[in-house]
């Protein structure tokens, strides 16, 4: 089976501007979650999608949002973006039902940095 | 917020000796998993123990669980150089609450 695919690999962006992210899971899997990580802050969960639905969200700003599509690949969104969004942000697939249950297949993320 | 604490934030050994890393987490679990990332790539999920066992093995992966202590440990016996990496333990205390992610403890195994 093929891993988990995130594009971009590496972006970089100036402060104001919006980006999207893209997250194709392991086929079969239903939930994707999200992750941010910094060196100061660490891993830091997003958000989590289970068949087109948010179905767990972290404490992020509304500037953070996402989506998933029927066919389970999914994107997630930063508008106006600040120079402490730089980080690595990766994505994760999941095939339980009980998402978190189960170990989680992450991708090698998107490097963003903000000017 | 981490749930979870690594100790040691960084470790250093050399090539044959065995590693062991501690994680404490705060609340009840379900299960803790333990997690490798070589650097600034995606994290390898290495091994999950649940919250009704002690004890795991996976190869030269060794886990243990303390609940009283809400504590683990991750043992890699005879480390490689291609053992070098952060590894990061998660907990969930439920099926569907997500992952909470440790910071991570730095191994450097020198050859």
């Given at each position: 089976k093929a891993g988990v695919t995130q594009t971009p690999r590496y972006l970089i962006k100036t402060r104001g501007q919006q980006v999207t992210l893209s997250c194709s899971p392991i086929s079969g899997h239903r939930s994707v979650s999200w992750y941010q990580q910094t060196p100061g802050q660490g891993l830091q969960f997003l958000f989590e999608y289970f068949s087109e639905t948010q179905r767990n969200k972290g404490?992020?700003?509304?500037?953070f949002s996402g989506r998933q599509f029927s066919n389970s690949r999914s994107e997630m969104n930063v508008s106006t973006l600040e120079l402490g969004d730089s980080a690595l942000y990766l994505c994760a697939s999941s095939g339980a039902m009980g998402a978190n249950s189960y170990e989680q297949y992450f991708g090698p993320g998107t490097r963003l940095t903000v000017t | 917020s981490q749930q979870g604490e690594e100790d040691p934030q960084a470790l250093s050994i050399q090539e044959g000796e065995n590693a062991t890393m501690n994680c404490s987490y705060k609340t009840s679990i379900n299960n803790l998993q333990w997690y490798r990332q070589n650097s600034g790539r995606g994290l390898v999920h290495l091994i999950l123990i649940r919250s009704n066992e002690r004890e795991k093995h996976s190869g030269r992966l060794r886990v243990t669980l303390d609940t009283s202590k809400k504590s683990s440990s991750l043992l890699i016996t005879a480390s490689r150089a291609a053992d070098t990496a952060s590894y990061f333990c998660a907990t969930t205390n439920s099926g569907n609450t997500p992952l909470v992610f440790g910071k991570g403890t730095r191994l450097s195994v020198i050859a």
């Open positions: 404490n992020f700003p509304g500037r | -």
